[in-house]
């Protein structure tokens, strides 16, 4: 047992950690805190975005109906709701590559979702903007 700003040893770390937090990461150093904290608010910043996709294909597909046709609304809704999804998933694949390097001193992982978010906004954009205008 250490005292409040005492630091543990390596061993003492590995010892106080829970089961779920060896398994999901195993081995390694404890980060400085400041930086898991910085990571998780990059996960939840994430998962705002995932969730602004989902709704915004929800919306789409319920508050859209006399603006696009069914079957064109429905791909670009399914189309949004999958982003959503994959950027949910990536967020946390994410969150854990990097606290993976941080605890194994290794340099941080490429941002895959970046490319896969501006790509897919890009689209959908595309297609919602190529709609509007053909329609009036």
């Known amino acids: 047992m250490t005292n409040i700003g005492e630091r ?13 937090a060896k398994l999901v990461l195993p081995g390694g150093k404890e980060p400085d805190p400041r930086f898991t904290l910085a ?9 705002r975005t995932s969730l602004a996709f989902l709704a915004g294909g929800i919306a ?9 046709p069914g079957s064109l609304r429905t791909g670009i809704s399914l189309l949004l709701i999958i982003m959503g999804i994959l950027i949910s998933a990536g967020a946390a694949l994410r969150w854990r590559l990097i606290e993976s390097s941080m605890r ?24 919602v903007a190529v709609l509007i205008a053909t329609s009036s």
């Open 8 to 20: 543990m040893t390596p061993g003492e770390e590995e010892a106080d950690r829970g089961y779920l």
């Open 60 to 68: 789409l597909e319920v508050f859209a109906s006399p603006a696009f």
């Open 39 to 47: 990571n998780e608010r990059t996960f939840l910043a994430w998962i």
């Open 104 to 127: 194994h001193n290794k340099p941080l992982p490429l941002p895959l979702l970046i490319p896969l978010l501006g790509l897919g906004g890009a689209i959908a954009a595309t297609i």
